[in-house]
């Protein structure tokens, strides 16, 4: 079938239903706002820049493929009406769960900034 031609949850045929939805779903790593640095900030900040730079390009293409993908993904579903409601519920319980409580800090190595 062709691309969005099917609900992505339930498999069912999107064609011949009197809706469907896109989801478009982006998670990106936040950052702190750039402030604006003195000339010697802004130089060390360069140096530490370049320094990135070159740590990243000596690493392995598949060590970096899984930086990036930490730290940027995006996904596009194509939903029926009844799997788009569910979401809805979904996602509400998610982002406002009261029983969701803050995790155990990341392994050393693998810390967010
Ligand atoms: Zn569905």
Known sequence: M?????????????L???VRF??????AQAYDPMEVAPKEQRRQMR??????????ESLPASEV????????????????GHCAALL???????????N????DPPPAGDAAN
Do not use: M, W
């Open 65 to 80: 493929q899984k930086l990036a993908d930490e730290s940027y993904s995006s996904f596009r579903f194509d939903l029926c």
């Open 100 to 103: 969701a409580a803050p995790h």
């Open 88 to 98: 809805r519920d979904e996602a509400r319980a998610f982002f406002r769960s009261k």
């Open 2 to 14: 062709a691309f969005g031609a099917t609900c992505d949850r339930c498999g069912c045929d999107l």
């Open 22 to 27: 896109h989801v478009n779903l982006e998670l």
């Open 16 to 18: 011949v239903a009197d």
């Open 47 to 56: 140096g530490e820049l370049e320094a990135a730079i070159r740590t990243l």
